[in-house]
């Protein structure tokens, strides 16, 4: 199956290193980054481009961007893995429109396209008898979205909680394992590379609630959107707070949590018990779903990261080139 991949950052790179390292059956025939892209209808040497990236800082001709490959480029698939703009989703709903539009699948790392504009994007993809794929958007590595597609089907999720932010999670960690300050957790974050250089979307819950909003839309089609949930972060939570939960044998972790039967729709700091199942270290991610015949199933795993992203990634590309060949 040929694809095409918007994005040679974290994400971008590590799938074309597993695409490359691993006997897939997929041809990567476009790859465009900021500054230049890439096309080869026959496939491209990754390693290369790989090299090429490394060294001068971008991928292909200076003459070609993203526009050209998603326009002209030659695909089953394009894998979009740019930058999230979550206020606009653009240029990213852009080329996946084009994509959809041109009969192409489409799978997407991208948060700001699914939260933004999933509704028209199905309808779209429906329209012309294709797939948009987003397992990457939310909690990384964890298959939760094939979970609830495919393992639970035939199940009412009655409702879903989780850790979907790793950096606010990390902080917390930190913070009750060492009785670091709110601040000198998010310093020690910043240093290991797990949050960024403005963590405001990450510790103001905002993150974990775009990721509530396309989980609530994917099981329970609302088309709920960003300022529908109630948001709390972890910014303003206290060293008192913390140890107060300790002395009970409880904790605090950011929650994110969807019940629709009670109108609930939030992101908040909540105490747990510290044998709760959602209770996980350091960056990882806990999802779990409530469910009318399985019961609670609780999926843990890495939230991010460049080779667990491309898990996500390739685990969608596998999934269509699949049906593809099954005539689905
Ligand atoms: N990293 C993770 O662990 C993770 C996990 C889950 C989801 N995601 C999501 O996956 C996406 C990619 O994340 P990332 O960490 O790989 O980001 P990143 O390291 O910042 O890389 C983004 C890549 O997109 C390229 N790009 C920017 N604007 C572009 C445009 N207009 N056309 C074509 N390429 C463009 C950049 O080009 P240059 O190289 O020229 O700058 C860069 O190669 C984001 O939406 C992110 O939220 C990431």
Redesign the pocket.
Known sequence: MKIAI?????????LLEMIDGKELGLTVTGI??????LLDPDGIHIEEVLIA?RER???GDKSL???D?VEQGDYDVLV?????DADSGE??TG?IKTAIGRGKHVV?????PIALHFSTLQSLARKHGVVIRYE??VG?AIPVLHTLEHGLAGNRVLAVYGILNGTSNFILTRMAAEGLTYEQALLEAREMGYAEADPTYDVKGIDAAIKLVILSNTIWKRNVKLSDVTITGIDMLTNDALRLAEEQHCTIRLIAEAIPEKGILRVAPRILPRTHPLVVENTLNAITIDTDMAGEITLIGK????R??AS?CIGDLLFIKDSHARGN
Do not use: I
Not at 6 to 14: A, H, Q
């Open positions: 918007l994005g040679m950052g974290s994400v971008g790179r590590g465009a980054d900021s500054k230049s892209a990236k800082g971008y991928c961007s993203a526009a490959v979009e893995v740019t930058p999230t240029p990213a080329f997407t790392s991208n948060k700001g990457a958007t990384g939230g991010a990261g460049s667990e992203t996500a």
